[in-house]
């Protein structure tokens, strides 16, 4: 099984589209979505309606959690709370009864699929550095070999074992996964970028070769910043794409 793995759209279709384009030639069996398609972008409808038609799975997102009146984001900052406020008034019908029933997590295939720590996933906590891996070696025995995640729009590996103190760092684009280790895996962000890389993020995991793979792809973020800055949304939100950050 080949599994195509992304995250993290943002209502941004532009973005979407050249990742679902870059994937044609990748022969992938089933496509995994782990959350967050609305918020921040300007097309979150359209991007709904690409993930609902594509996607065998979708895990829930904060993002997500928030817009179908799923969790409390009166905490978030003003601009990500007025962006939320629009896309629930926007949504069609269909699209919001979606994203009402996504599931936390699920597991297929020895992988586990969530959106952010599988310490406690409803919190959405993030899982960017060492130490914050190394915190999932006390649900050792609750992991599948293989976690992925995304929420952090990082692209990140870990590997954890209970004889070894902490999480070290797997730096690389391609590994394949050894036995003895369980691996932490954040697939960073198809439709905002925080790596200082703009290019929109997917990955590809063969569950038969046990190999996993970071892959990037540039898409037309100049008609994806226009359509935010051509709105009402934080013009930063646009902004910022070019920059990957």
């Given amino acids: 099984m080949r599994y195509g793995i992304l995250s993290d759209t943002h209502a941004n279709i532009e973005a979407l589209e050249a990742v679902l384009k870059a994937y044609a030639s990748e022969s992938i069996d089933r496509f995994i979505c782990l959350g967050d398609t609305v918020g921040y972008g300007a097309s ?42 629009k896309h629930a008034q926007m949504l069609d019908p269909a699209n919001m009864a979606w994203l009402k ?12 699929f ?74 960073g962000s198809v439709g905002q970028p925080r790596d200082f890389d703009p290019r929109a993020s997917y990955t590809i995991f063969d569950t038969e070769t046990k190999t996993f793979e970071f892959k990037r792809v540039e898409y037309d973020i100049k008609t994806s910043a226009s359509k935010i800055l051509a709105s009402d ?3 930063n939100f646009g902004t910022r794409l070019f920059l990957g950050i």
């Fill in 44 to 85: 979150p409808n359209e991007a709904c309606n690409l993930m609902r038609a594509t996607v065998a799975q979708t895990v829930l997102g904060n993002h997500d959690a928030a817009v179908s009146g799923r969790m409390d984001y009166s905490y978030y900052y003003h601009a990500a709370r007025h962006v939320l406020d």
């Fill in 101 to 112: 029933s996504l599931p936390y997590e699920f597991r297929e295939n020895g992988v586990l």
């Fill in 114 to 187: 969530c959106h952010g720590s599988p310490i406690t996933v409803e919190e959405f906590d993030y899982i960017f550095a060492r130490d914050q891996a190394a915190q999932c070696l006390g649900i050792w025995d609750r992991l599948p070999q293989l976690t992925l995640l995304g929420h952090s729009h990082l692209c990140k590996a870990f590997v954890i074992n209970p004889e070894h103190q902490g999480a070290q760092e797997v730096v690389t684009l391609k590994f394949q996964l050894r036995e003895g280790w369980k691996y932490i895996v954040s697939v």
């Fill in 233 to 235: 949304l934080e013009p």
